[in-house]
T-cell receptor
C-alpha cells in the first residue's frame, strides 16, 4: 500500500492556479493515485484519479511524474470556494483505498 | 449524486453497548468502504468490501466488524463501543473504471457517533 505525504498547508491567491503536491515514492506499479477534498464541516468530495498519464476533468488536473513517485493536483483558477483540505491516496489491485493526512489550502482574496 | 444513505446519522451510545452503522447504496457498485474521521485527521480505512461476503481489514480495524450479505448494504458493527470510537464515520462506494481497479468514489454524508 502506497504511503502518501503532503505539505500540511498552502496558500493561493484567488484566480491563480493552486498546485498541490503529493509524494508517493513507495507506490507500486498497479496503484492509482486518487484525490478528494473536504470543505470545512462538509463531507468528502472526490476530485480525480490517475495512473501515469495526466488527467483532467471539470474540477482539476492531475499531473503524475514519469517515475510515478509524486503527483500534483492543479486547480487552474482557484476561487474562495476551493478553500478546503485536499487529500491524496492510492489503491491498487487489492482495492484498498488509503488516504494521506492532507493539505489545508487557503485561497486568499 | 450517488445514492448513498448512511444510518443513523447521529447516535449517542454508552460504553460497552453494541452499535451498528448501515451504509446503503442504490448504485449497485461493487466496492464499499468504511472510514472514520477524527479531528485534525483525514479518513482512515476501517474495513472494505470488494463484493458480497468479500471483506478485508483496513488500517484501523480493531474493535470493528463488518458484513455484506447483499450488494446494497455494508454494515459496520462496534461489538462493544468504547470512548475511543467516538468519531465521524463515512461510507464510500466505487466501481472499477476503464483501466482502474477503483474508479470514481462517492462518499456518504457521515454518521456522527458519540460513545459516553
Amino acid at each position: 500500500d502506497a504511503k502518501t505525504t503532503q505539505p500540511p498547508s498552502m496558500d493561493c491567491a484567488e484566480g491563480r492556479a493552486a498546485n498541490l503536491p503529493c509524494n508517493h515514492s513507495t507506490i507500486s506499479g498497479n496503484e492509482y493515485v486518487y484525490w478528494y477534498r473536504q470543505i470545512h464541516s462538509q463531507g468528502p468530495q472526490y476530485i480525480i484519479h490517475g495512473l501515469k498519464n495526466n488527467e483532467t476533468n471539470e474540477m482539476a488536473s492531475l499531473i503524475i511524474t514519469e517515475d510515478r513517485k509524486s503527483s500534483t493536483l492543479i486547480l487552474p483558477h482557484a476561487t474562495l470556494r476551493d478553500t478546503a483540505v485536499y487529500y491524496c491516496g492510492g489503491a491498487g489491485n487489492n482495492r484498498k483505498l488509503i488516504w494521506g493526512l492532507g493539505t489545508s489550502l487557503a485561497v486568499n482574496p | 449524486d450517488a445514492g448513498i444513505t448512511q444510518s443513523p446519522r447521529h447516535k449517542v451510545t454508552e460504553t460497552g453497548t453494541p452499535v451498528t452503522l448501515r451504509c446503503h447504496q442504490t448504485e449497485n457498485h461493487r466496492y464499499m468502504y468504511w472510514y472514520r474521521q477524527d479531528p485534525g485527521h483525514g479518513l482512515r480505512l476501517i474495513h472494505y468490501s470488494y463484493g458480497v461476503k468479500d471483506t478485508d481489514k483496513g488500517e484501523v480495524s480493531d474493535g470493528y466488524s463488518v458484513s455484506r450479505s447483499k450488494t446494497e448494504d455494508f454494515l459496520l458493527t462496534l461489538e462493544s463501543a468504547t470512548s475511543s470510537q467516538t468519531s465521524v464515520y463515512f461510507c464510500a462506494i466505487s466501481e472499477p473504471s476503464p483501466g482502474a481497479y477503483v474508479g470514481t468514489i462517492y462518499f456518504g454524508e457521515g454518521s456522527w457517533l458519540t460513545v459516553v
